[in-house]
C-alpha cells in the first residue's frame, strides 16, 4: 500500500499562480522528498527534507514539513507552463534502509 | 557524472512471454538499486530494490523477480508475463538520500 497520499489529485492554475499540493503520510519518517514527472518520463529530484526541519527552500520551490500532522506541503510560486507535470512526495522509513515509498501524485496543469 | 540507462523504451509482449529488463547505472559504485512500476495515471509501486550485488527484497509478491549480477546492473524478469504486468517500469540508482531514474520502459501485455 501506499505511504503517502498527495491532495489534491489534480490542480489546474494560471500561469503567474502559486501552485500547492501536500502530501500525508502513516508512518514515521527519516525524510520527505518531493519529485516531478513530465508525461511519460522518469521522475527528477525537487527537494528533502528531514524528519527534524520544518521548512526547506529551493528557488521557486518551499517544502513544509508536520511531522506531528504526518503531512507535507510542496508550494511552487509563479508557476510558469512548463511546471506542468505530475509531483510526488516519497518518505523514506525510520528503518534507514534507503527504501522509499511514493504517493499517488499531484497532476498539476499550468495554463499559459 | 553519473548515468543511469534503461532498456527498451517500450515493450509489447503477448501473455505468457518471458521479460527482461535491464538497467545499468555508469559513474558510480555501489549504488542502491531499485524498480517501481508505475499504473497510468497513478503512483509507483516499489517492486524490488539492491544494497549490493547479489543481495534483493522483494515488497510485492508477485509474477516478477530481480536481479543483480554486477554492481551496477539491475535486471527485472519475469518467466511467463501477466496482462496485469502492463505498466511504466521504472529503474533507479540512489548513493545517498536522492534518487535518479531511468528514462523508463513502457511495456504492455497483449
Known amino acids: 500500500s501506499q505511504q503517502g497520499e498527495e491532495d489534491p489529485q489534480a490542480l489546474s492554475i494560471q500561469e503567474g499562480e502559486n501552485a500547492t499540493m501536500n502530501c500525508s503520510y502513516k508512518t514515521s519518517i527519516n525524510n520527505l522528498q518531493w519529485y516531478r514527472q513530465n508525461s511519460g518520463r522518469g521522475l527528477v529530484h525537487l527537494i528533502l527534507i528531514r524528519s527534524n526541519e520544518r521548512e526547506k527552500h529551493s528557488g521557486r520551490l518551499r517544502v513544509t514539513l508536520d511531522t506531528s500532522k504526518k503531512s507535507s506541503s510542496l508550494l511552487i510560486t509563479a508557476s510558469r507552463a512548463a511546471d506542468t507535470a505530475s509531483y510526488f512526495c516519497a518518505t523514506e522509513t525510520t528503518s534507514g534502509t534507503y527504501k522509499y515509498i511514493f504517493g499517488t501524485g499531484t497532476r498539476l496543469k499550468v495554463l499559459a | 557524472s553519473q548515468t543511469i540507462h534503461q532498456w527498451p523504451a517500450t515493450l509489447v509482449q503477448p501473455v505468457g512471454s518471458p521479460l527482461s529488463l535491464e538497467c545499468t547505472v555508469e559513474g558510480t559504485s555501489n549504488p542502491n538499486l531499485y524498480w517501481y512500476r508505475q499504473a497510468a495515471g497513478r503512483g509507483l509501486q516499489l517492486l524490488f530494490y539492491?544494497?549490493?550485488?547479489?543481495?534483493i527484497s522483494s515488497e510485492v509478491p508477485q509474477n516478477l523477480s530481480a536481479s543483480r549480477p554486477q554492481d551496477r546492473q539491475f535486471i527485472l524478469s519475469s518467466k511467463k508475463l501477466l496482462l496485469s504486468d502492463s505498466g511504466f517500469y521504472l529503474c533507479?540508482?540512489?548513493?545517498?538520500?536522492?534518487?535518479?531514474f531511468g528514462p523508463g520502459t513502457r511495456l504492455t501485455v497483449t
Open positions: 533507479a540508482w540512489a548513493d545517498s538520500y536522492e534518487q535518479y
Open positions: 539492491s544494497v549490493g550485488i547479489g543481495q
